[in-house]
């Protein structure tokens, strides 16, 4: 269990939460150059992964659930039924049944879905991001800090933070573009074996 974490926080990292400038950069490529890349192809293959992404980890999760030492860490029904249930809710059906949509190709074919799609599979992180910032930001009850040494944390903070979606959006853009090459060179392979 311990390895499918690990590369769970791998792929997480390095292409999941990267969906979001993924699809947007295909949706600039699209708006730009319009029909002169496999961009629909590069969307059907982000469908896919998130399609593969949600099974594979809602079983991950069911059989956490039914073997795990530690049942707090999978407590569902404290939390569907606590004072935050609408919150759960949304997060749950945002990661479980909203990803399982792109089976059908009209909405799977969709820019604007998959990327409302790639919000809602990760909106819990989103979340998460933004209590700790604004939470970091109303730090100032704390005894023996001044003022000064608050705002100094809050600017890091925020640079870090600014750092971090600077580093994702280039990871997408990245992604994008040598997915796209990819996809343009198979292309291309096909024409020049087709005419020979």
């Not at 319009?34 to 949600?54: G, M, Q």
């Not at 609408?86 to 059908?104: D, E, K």
């Not at 809602?120 to 700790?132: D, L």
């Not at 853009?173 to 292309?187: A, P, R």
Request: aromatic share 16%.
């Amino acid at each position: 269990m311990e390895l499918y974490k690990t590369i769970v926080e791998i792929f997480d990292a390095n292409l999941i939460y990267c969906l979001i400038p993924i699809i947007l950069t295909l949706i600039i490529v699209e708006l730009i150059f319009k029909n002169r890349f496999e961009t629909k192809k590069v969307l059907n293959l982000i469908s896919w992964t998130i399609i593969f992404y949600t099974i594979i980890t809602w079983i991950f999760y069911l059989i956490g659930m039914a073997t795990t030492e530690n049942p707090e860490k999978y407590a569902f029904i404290n939390r569907a039924t606590g004072p935050y249930a609408w919150a759960y809710w949304i997060m749950f059906l945002g990661a479980l049944i909203l990803p399982l949509t792109l089976l059908i190709k009209k909405l799977a074919s969709k820019y604007w879905y998959v990327l409302l799609v790639a919000f809602g599979m990760k909106s819990g992180m989103y979340f998460e991001r933004f209590v700790i910032i604004v939470t970091s930001f109303h730090r100032d009850y704390l005894p023996g800090n001044t003022n000064s040494e608050l705002d100094s944390r809050n600017i890091g903070l925020i640079d870090l933070f600014s750092f971090g979606i600077g580093i994702i959006f280039l990871q997408g853009v990245i992604i994008t573009i040598l997915t796209l090459g990819i996809f343009e060179i198979i292309k291309r392979k096909k024409t020049v074996h087709n005419k020979v």
